[in-house]
């Protein structure tokens, strides 16, 4: 069972990223931080591929054109869900 979006919101503020992922299986949910900081599902019970095509194409429209800026990178966090959410350690 995936987290709540509150739960997936309160994990990615607090280690501030803009995404969090949940993989159940070869599954994956994937929720993001829009630009006013407004938490949402992605997607649900995607494969992997599709989740890293959706924060391919959401962080090309973040960038600041026409140079990227660099001092802030978007983070990543990959969970697991066993009875509460916990870094992935690979």
Known sequence: MAPTLDE???YGNSHR???V????????TLYGQDATGTWS???AGAPAPVV???RR???ALRQPEPTR????EVGFE?????GRLCPDRR
């Open 8 to 10: 997936a919101a309160e």
């Open 17 to 19: 990223v803009n995404y």
């Open 21 to 28: 992922s949940v993989r159940h299986g070869h599954d994956v």
């Open 41 to 43: 599902v992605l997607v």
């Open 52 to 54: 890293v095509e959706i």
């Open 57 to 59: 194409q959401r962080d």
């Open 69 to 72: 800026d660099r001092s802030v």
């Open 78 to 82: 990959y969970l697991r869900l066993f």
